[in-house]
């Protein structure tokens, strides 16, 4: 009975709803982890599953969109993958309190820790760094899903310790393919990148307010 369910959260545009969802109740601060997590989990769970009773009898996996696949190529560092906002802050923050903030939650940031940005920067009810905080994740959910179904990293398959650093989580839930922390390194980068110029924004903003202009 539910397996067109299952068939139908593992897809492309399935993926995108969720981490769409996710992002768009946090940034009114709503847990949008809790929420697409407690409905989405059950489903997750099969998936994993699936892929895990396949590996045991010598078969190829067939999931892509298992939890995993989202803790370690879309929400690294946290929901929104804020990893790349804290590495904005480091590389282009002026401000005396970005400077400031930055050497707090950066750390947390790379073991998935993200409540210190998320209240401290703000992001919550953030217009500018919400745009950001609602596409990375999009665009990194995107190019993960094509990395993974043309083969250049294995599917998910196993369960690792969500506070592991993005690479080697990555490397753990594709049964140690190494291929899967080069594209978590890759994806982080890319993360960096769309949140540098909205945070300069943003920064620059704190910056005059510091001047007092």
């Not at 209240?119 to 995107?142: E, K, Q, R």
């Amino acid at each position: 009975l539910v397996s067109p369910l299952v068939k139908a959260a593992d897809s492309y545009v399935s993926v995108l709803i969720q981490t769409f969802l996710n992002s768009f109740f946090w940034v009114f601060g709503i847990h949008g982890a809790s929420i697409v997590g407690n409905i989405a989990r059950p489903i997750w769970v099969t998936l994993i599953e699936t892929n895990q009773a396949l590996i045991e009898t010598g078969a190829a996996p067939t999931a892509i969109a298992a939890e995993p696949f989202f803790q370690w190529f879309i929400y690294i560092g946290g929901s929104g993958a804020t990893i790349g906002l804290a590495f904005a802050m480091i590389f282009t923050g002026k401000s005396s309190f970005t400077k400031s903030l930055s050497k707090t939650v950066v750390i947390p940031a790379m073991f998935n820790i993200n409540e210190p940005i998320m209240f401290g920067t703000p992001v919550v009810m953030n217009p500018v760094l919400m745009i950001p905080f609602i596409f990375a994740p999009l665009i990194l959910g995107t190019i993960a899903w094509f990395a993974t179904i043309l083969g250049f990293v294995n599917k998910v398959s196993f369960i690792a310790p969500w506070t592991l650093p993005g690479p080697i989580g990555a490397w753990m839930a594709t049964g140690y393919d190494w291929r899967a922390a080069v594209l978590s390194v890759i994806l982080i980068v890319v993360a960096t990148l769309i949140y540098i110029p909205f945070f300069i924004v943003y920064d620059n903003s704190l910056l005059a307010e510091e001047e007092g202009n």
